[in-house]
């Protein structure tokens, strides 16, 4: 057996994540006792608002925040109390409610998942999600419900904040901040083959005339082990904030993950769609379980000099440490055997270190001159991720041939020594710096910005050189307002993302690029209540990767390639009726490789051409409230060379919740979810390259959730 005493033990992380939790919060409890007698709490009067304000944007688009009419961009917000509401759990269940976001696979467990925006793909060679979290871009960062206060999701190139703008878009998770007032709550979650959470936020003024608070948010999350595989999350985020009034805003924060899972490569296809076995077969038998643990800290500072005028500091830093452990199906069905026998390999990565710095000095300002307001923004950033993935190579005689009709299990060993193979590297120094106007005049607002990056980066094995590069992405837009309820824009925006992959050369690859033109039309309804936006666009994207025919490697490539996503998008998010609410979102997506040595021509895979997500809430009095939702897709190819299809589904969930409050202010919520409420069979999505691993979506299930709040 290998030598493992490099990696602690599970038993031996998860005493320590509890040691650390049960420390720090009884640290944030203590502390606002302790100074209890000190606090003078002043008595606030709340008087509700005619009408609730206009949904918030965040700051993705234009670097400042607005709201959605006075946005001219596609851009979403969803706060984590819509997850909640639709008995979700995770990042794709979320990102439902976005139109033109569909799931896509990836194999670091279900914490951590993957997706496309408007036909791009996000992954351009390695298996790696492309989230922002507080707008840094972290890669494998997880989704961790407890710690999270929204995501905000742009759609099209263009982010005004981050290193870099995703061809398709941009997602930014939003964390919980302190407040400055007491609160706190604890949920219990329990639900089908064996998914639980249980999570703890606690928020307390330290000093009511100091202006700082503290909070700390705790969780254990186990994902439902249907397709018997373990998943499981512990992790604690603890921050504190002081701040001067509205004059000035400072932020320290520290968060630790520690995720525990067993890779779930699906099922393979056979005749153009994926085999027609139990839903929840599992063909890998790794021989230990993969780990990652991500510790995170961060800074910030926001500070106004004149009215209208902020300055800010962010400082974020990730260090990120795994273990991954695989054992897949390889290759082809092989020949001379019963239909359906495949070979099975082992992939080794003993020791991944990831590492990312990213500092962002950044200014806005809105101002008013000669009749014009403007609204000016402009940051300089500076990222560096540098990776360090060693692999080792598990002899042939580790892999044992399995049959997906008929298979026999048992019969893997663990390889009895890993020889030295590759060592991935990246490395990825940027520095940016986004000058951006908004000029309101009359009824027309017009925007105007451009980013400079100029980086130096690297991925491969030993040896690959890095590619030097500066880039301009420049955007602009123009809105119009229709009435005090009504806008339509129009923009132009483009962007830039690494490609991680090495060229036959063994040098790596120049940036892939982005171009959209957005056309779009907003409205507000039921005096505000009912937010709808509908956009239409083309989205082309260049220096796309490519196989280089020339070499005989499969993993060599070019930056030939080229593809085209054109669609139309609608959603609708608000009240109804005083008891009716709903949160709808449409899309129609036409994504195509155009340039391309193997694939022009072929549509991208895990998109469907119709996809619809539509959920609605009646609340029956002030504590029982019911919801029901469905969502549908239409079919897709499962894999790039459009060999295999995975079918079109409808699926149907619904809840039910009752809320009753308690003295001081208090209450408690129960909630059932029965989710996939007909057991209809379906498939979440598939990899990238090839038609093996087909994801298969759970059957019906169930998840009940009890919250005390505080």
Do not use: C
Request: hydrophobic share 35%; aromatic share 8%; no cysteine.
């Amino acid at each position: 057996m290998p030598d493992m005493t490099r990696f602690p033990s599970s038993a031996s992380r998860t005493a320590t994540f509890r040691l650390v939790a049960v420390s720090s919060a009884a640290l944030a409890i203590s502390l606002p006792a302790a100074a209890q007698s000190a606090i003078t709490l002043r008595e606030v009067t709340v008087t509700a608002p005619a009408s609730p304000p206009e949904q918030p944007t965040g700051t993705l688009a234009t670097g400042l925040p607005g709201t959605v009419l006075e946005t001219p961009f596609a851009v979403s917000t969803v706060p984590a109390s819509t997850l909640r509401e639709q008995g979700g759990t995770t990042l794709q269940d979320i990102l439902r409610n976005v139109p033109g976001v569909q799931a896509d696979s990836g194999f670091n467990g279900s914490h951590t998942q993957f997706f496309t925006v408007r036909g791009a793909i996000a992954d351009s060679g390695t298996g790696s999600n492309r989230v922002l979290r507080d707008g840094v871009r972290l890669s494998n960062y997880p989704f961790v419900p407890a710690f999270v206060e929204s995501v905000d999701v742009l759609r099209g190139p263009g982010a005004a904040v981050g290193v870099r703008s995703e061809p398709g878009g941009t997602v930014n998770i939003v964390t919980r901040k302190p407040q400055m007032s007491n609160f706190g709550s604890v949920l219990v979650g329990r639900g089908s083959q064996g998914a639980r959470e249980t999570s703890v936020d606690l928020n307390r003024v330290l000093s009511q005339e100091r202006e700082l608070a503290a909070r700390v948010s705790a969780t254990r999350s186990d994902a439902s082990e249907w397709r018997h595989v373990p998943d499981r999350l512990e992790g604690i985020k603890v921050g504190i904030a002081k701040n001067d009034g509205d004059r000035l805003h400072l932020r320290a924060g520290v968060e630790a993950t520690d995720q525990t899972y067993r890779p779930d490569y699906g099922v393979p296809s056979a005749g153009g769609r994926p085999v027609a076995v139990p839903r929840d077969r599992q063909f890998g038998e790794p021989f230990a379980d993969s780990t990652t643990d991500n510790s995170i800290v961060d800074l910030h500072g926001d500070l106004a000099l004149a009215p209208g005028t902020r300055v800010a500091l962010d400082y974020t830093h990730l260090e990120s440490r795994s273990a991954s452990i695989r054992n897949v199906l390889f290759g082809s069905e092989l020949q001379g055997q019963p239909a359906g026998t495949y070979a099975r390999a082992t992939a080794w990565e003993p020791a991944t270190h990831r590492r990312i710095d990213s500092a962002v000095a950044s200014i806005a300002s809105r101002q008013a001159f000669a009749g014009l307001r403007h609204q000016f923004y402009a940051d300089v950033s500076h990222y560096r991720e540098d990776l360090n993935q060693p692999s080792l190579n598990a002899p042939a005689s580790a892999g044992t041939p399995i049959n997906v009709y008929n298979p026999v299990f048992g019969r893997q060993v663990a390889p009895i020594a890993g020889t030295p193979g590759a060592v991935t590297r990246q490395r990825l120094h940027s520095t940016a710096l986004s000058v951006q106007d908004q000029v309101d005049y009359a009824l027309w607002s017009l925007v105007a910005g451009v980013r400079f990056t100029q980086q130096s980066f690297l991925y491969g094995t030993t040896g690959v050189q890095a590619v030097d590069e500066s880039r301009w992405s420049p955007k602009a837009a123009v809105l119009r307002r229709l009435s005090d309820h009504d806008t339509v824009y129009a923009n132009l925006s483009t962007g830039v993302a690494p490609n991680q992959v090495p060229s036959s050369a063994n040098r790596s690859l120049p940036s892939r690029r982005s171009a959209q033109l957005e056309l779009g039309w907003k409205s507000l309804w039921q005096d505000g209540r009912l937010s709808t936006d509908v956009a239409v666009y083309q989205l082309d994207q260049s220096n796309m990767i490519s196989a280089d025919l020339s070499t005989p490697n499969l993993f060599d490539f070019t930056t030939a390639g080229s593809a085209r996503s054109r669609g139309l998008e609608a959603s609708a998010a608000g009240s109804v009726t005083d008891r009716i609410s709903i949160t709808a979102a449409y899309a129609y997506t036409a994504a195509q490789f155009r340039d391309n040595a193997m694939l022009a021509g072929r549509t991208v895979p895990n998109v469907a051409r119709h996809s619809l997500n539509f959920w609605s809430h009646y609340a029956w009095n002030d504590q029982w409230k019911s919801g029901a939702g469905i969502h549908v897709q239409s079919r897709r190819f499962a894999d790039t060379a459009n060999t295999a299809v995975m079918p079109g589904y409808a699926r149907v969930d619904l809840t039910q919740t009752w809320r009753t409050p308690l003295a001081h202010g208090q209450s408690f919520e129960l909630q059932m979810a029965v989710r996939n409420l007909f057991d209809r069979p379906y498939f979440v999505s598939s990899h990238l390259h090839v038609s093996r691993y087909v994801t298969p979506g759970q059957g019906r299930n169930a998840y009940v959730t009890g919250t005390y709040r505080f």
